[in-house]
């Protein structure tokens, strides 16, 4: 057997052996150090194939083509580990010299690329001349392809990438003795001298040569194989994020778009045993369970379901929350992530809550129950009380609730005071509006009404206001706390301010008279207004809003009348239940 079926055989088996790892390695999940592993593999099969084409081709076209395929092959790999030694000794390169990098490696490939023996264009020739068969001893002759100034070109160019290699790791080498820390000068000896193997054999002319580069190839292909299916290749953020997924306390789930199992951390291998020898390292995956398929795509709910255990998912005697992140990009998904949050402890705590909530909510509605007796008890005596006196002004007091009510509704649907405008304060406040005149009970009778009054006895009826607080600091409860206490007290003094600051009794002025007396205030002019002019039907009901309106800024808050406004026409239905007909029918 002579040296060339020798050659023959190593460079073939070379081949098949780098095509065989990388299918092995294309099994396996693909790391940053394993993308770079695939991506060499890769530029040196295409150099081999390269180097058995040159060798073993029988005609010119066959022996360009595989100097084509040897240079591209070279020259990509070189700048390859070019590019990872920066990154791997953290050099940075300037934007300029990247520029001319980028350059550089495009017109090379261009030249390379172009190439044709057989062509009449000038650029077809940059990168060889001619050919011509050189008689070898003991052997047939040998097609030998004469190089221009492209091959000239692209040797600088590569021979530039192992100086540069070189020049990186030395001044990492300075770096780290400075710095008294170590670097990786293994991965350096042996990148650098497969660069220098390579590129040696790129000037090999005698094909009786020992196929040392095809040899060393096959090996290493094996040998890093071999690591990396015994996971010997990893990089500091597959460490952290397997480290990461394993610390978590929840289980944690990665589920590809045709919903099955990829990644799991510890914590969901001991929920799910099924998972439990799931890789971390291989494509290998597992179809999800039904409960993690339906935390994705969640089936219709019974209505006969707990609403208490509604989004949580029940395994044993455990309750998880779901939490659910979609990875994709725009509409496409690419899979899922699911944590599993145990709220077993919560779920218990909440059951023991609801219970106790429950409890207290029926004792807060016997007691609100009493309160409303009571309440109750004491706007009917009032009232009564008033009634025994002048039954105008009882009458005027029990129809408050109603105007307050349609116009503090209106407010807050303008989106108005709606941190004040609660459920509780409306309800209240319509349950204190009868008191606002209550003061009215220690007023002579004769002076109610009377239009033409003395100094005295203006002052003498203008005096309710404070009565009727007092009345309240003796009916009600006094606790600042209590809510019905502070709005009685507020409708009772204050319903007779005025926004420009000259009403009575303390002349307060635009938001520092209370809301609720602001309101009380619109509201006891309307049925002021109306009950007068029921009686004398000579006016239009859109006559009164108009009255309204028209003190609009001086007595009134404008907020309030705009709420008047609006309501109009529940308004106008309101007179229609009290009096029977409307104004729109008054003239």
Same mark, same amino acid.
């Given at each position: ?28 999940? #693909? ?6 592993? !695939? ?39 070189? @700048? ?43 650029? #077809? ?40 290699? +070189?020049?990186?790791?030395?001044? +990492? ?82 589920? &590809? ?5 990829? *990644? ?29 398929? &339906? ?10 379901? !707990? ?62 129950? /009493? ?27 029990? *129809? ?8 503090? /509704? ?68 006094? &606790? ?6 502070? @709005? ?34 619109? #509201? ?51 007179? !229609? ?11």
């Amino acid at each position: 057997m002579n040296l060339m079926l020798i050659y023959k055989i190593c460079c073939d088996i070379s081949i098949v052996v780098l095509g065989a790892c990388l299918v092995v390695l294309s099994t396996k999940r #693909a790391t940053e150090a394993q993308k770079f592993i !695939d991506y060499a593999f890769s530029l040196v099969l295409l150099y081999l194939i390269g180097y058995a084409v040159t060798f073993q081709g029988t005609s010119p076209d066959m022996v360009l083509l595989g100097q084509k395929l040897k240079y591209v092959g070279a020259f990509c790999l070189f @700048l390859a580990l070019f590019i990872v030694f920066q990154q791997v000794y953290n050099i940075v390169t300037s934007a300029p010299f990247m520029i001319l990098l980028s350059v550089c490696f495009v017109s090379v490939l261009a030249i390379i690329i172009v190439a044709d023996l057989g062509s009449s264009w000038a650029p #077809a020739k940059w990168f060889y001349l001619g050919l011509e068969s050189v008689p070898q001893e003991g052997g047939p002759n040998v097609i030998v392809i004469h190089g221009n100034w492209g091959k000239l070109y692209a040797e600088i160019a590569m021979a530039f990438f192992l100086f540069s290699t +070189a020049m990186i790791f030395l001044s +990492a080498l300075v770096s780290a003795w400075k710095r008294k820390f170590r670097v990786s000068t293994l991965f350096f000896f042996f990148s650098f001298s497969a660069e220098i193997l390579i590129f040696g054999s790129l000037f090999i002319k005698n094909v009786h040569a020992f196929p040392v580069v095809p040899l060393i190839s096959g090996v290493a292909a094996i040998a890093v194989t071999v690591f990396v299916c015994r996971e010997k290749f990893s990089n500091l953020y597959d460490q952290s994020l397997k480290e990461i997924m394993n610390s978590l306390n929840s289980p944690l789930f990665v589920v &590809d778009n045709k919903f099955y199992v990829r *990644r799991v951390n510890y914590a969901a291998k001991v929920l799910f045993p099924e998972y439990k020898n799931l890789s971390s390292n291989s494509y290998h995956r597992l179809a999800a369970v039904k409960e993690i398929q &339906d935390i994705i795509t969640p089936p219709l709910h019974d209505s006969a379901n !707990d609403s208490a255990t509604e989004g949580l998912l029940s395994i044993g005697n455990q309750f998880f929350e779901p939490e659910l992140h979609h990875l994709g990009k725009n509409r496409h998904i690419y899979g899922y992530v699911i944590v599993l949050n145990d709220v077993t402890e919560q779920f218990s705590r909440n059951n023991e809550l609801s219970a106790l909530a429950s409890k207290l909510s029926t004792s807060l509605r016997t007691n609100r129950s /009493r309160n409303n007796e009571e309440r109750e008890k004491i706007i009917s005596g009032a009232l009564q009380f008033m009634r025994d006196k002048d039954i105008m002004t009882a009458e005027h007091m029990r *129809r408050m609730s109603n105007y307050t009510f349609i116009i503090a /509704r209106e407010l807050r649907r303008m989106g108005k005071f709606t941190d004040l405008l609660t459920d509780s304060y409306m309800e209240t406040l319509c349950q204190v509006a009868p008191l606002h005149d209550i003061g009215k009970i220690m007023i002579p009778a004769e002076l109610l009404h009377k239009t033409d009054l003395s100094e005295e006895e203006s002052k003498l009826r203008r005096s309710h206001v404070n009565l009727g607080s007092q009345i309240v600091d003796r009916m009600v409860v006094n &606790d600042p706390k209590s809510l019905y206490y502070k @709005l009685a007290k507020e409708v009772t003094l204050y319903h007779h301010e005025w926004w420009n600051g000259q009403g009575y009794p303390k002349g307060l002025s635009k938001d520092d008279i209370p809301l609720s007396a602001r309101i009380i205030a619109v #509201a006891d002019v309307i049925d002021t207004l109306a009950c007068r002019h029921a009686e004398k039907k000579n006016y239009h009901f859109d006559e009164l809003i108009s009255m309204v309106q028209s003190h609009s800024g001086t007595y009134f808050d404008p907020d309030v009348v705009e709420a008047c406004v609006r309501g109009k026409e529940k308004l106008r239905e309101l007179y !229609d239940v009290l009096y029977g007909k409307s104004f729109s029918d008054s003239y």
